[in-house]
């Protein structure tokens, strides 16, 4: 069975851009989390969306964005870009219940 | 205030050594734990969890871990370490019914052979 996927695994956006990420869960999942990891850091939790709904929300400023379509995958966006948003992007699916997460391989966004 | 606190950062083993890797939490409910790992480059694999009774929790590769919750701790153990076993190593702590969790800064394991 295919695992979390993600894309584009790399991406390098100038400051003030606008950037969209996609996720595409592991089949059956219906709950799809975001995460953010700097560089030398444990990931901080962006979004959590289940069933196309957002269940939870992270310190984070509205720059940020995301949605879950019907088929359940997602997209993460974020828009007028700062240096300070360079990081790994880290899609998770699971199918709630207590099940555990299953994290992608990440999304390494580079703003210069 | 909600945290996870790794309190080493890098820590190096020969092979065949055992290893601790130590993380307490602090939480206002009752705990979801979890410990990941990252290889370079990659996502994160979990480990093992533990969401309630026995206290000591077996995970894939050979490692496990003790919820201690006087010690608000949950510490992840091998008897035996692998050069394969070098990575990251996260802590995290959860609830009930969210996706929400919240990670440790991680701990770096090197292995010399």
């Known amino acids: 069975d295919a695992g979390v996927t993600q894309s584009p695994t790399h991406l390098i956006k100038t400051r003030g851009q606008h950037v969209t990420l996609r996720c595409s869960p592991i089949?059956?999942?219906?709950?799809v989390s975001w995460y953010q990891q700097v560089l030398g850091q444990g990931p901080q939790f962006i979004f959590q969306?289940?069933?196309?709904?957002?269940?939870g929300r992270g310190n984070f400023p509205d720059r940020f964005s995301a949605r879950q379509f019907p088929n359940y995958s997602s997209e993460l966006n974020v828009n007028a870009l700062l240096l300070g948003d360079s990081a790994l992007y880290l899609c998770a699916s699971s199918s709630m219940n207590n099940s555990p997460l299953h994290f992608g391989n990440g999304t390494r966004l580079t703003v210069t | 205030a909600q945290s996870v606190t790794q309190p080493d950062i890098h820590i190096t083993v020969s092979e065949g050594a055992s290893l601790e890797l130590r993380c307490n939490y602090s939480y206002g409910a009752t705990p979801y734990l979890f410990w990941y790992v990252q290889s370079p480059g990659q996502g994160l694999q979990l480990l093992l969890k533990y969401f309630s009774g026995d206290t000591l929790v077996q995970g894939i590769k050979g490692f496990e871990a003790e919820f201690k919750r006087s010690q608000s701790s949950f510490n992840l153990r091998k008897p035996s370490v692998h050069w394969s076993d070098a990575a990251e190593y996260f802590c995290a702590v959860g609830a009930r019914n969210t996706d929400k969790l919240i990670f440790g800064t991680g701990t770096r394991l090197q292995v010399f052979p």
């Open positions: 969306y289940y069933e196309k709904e957002e269940r």
């Open positions: 089949s059956g999942h219906k709950s």
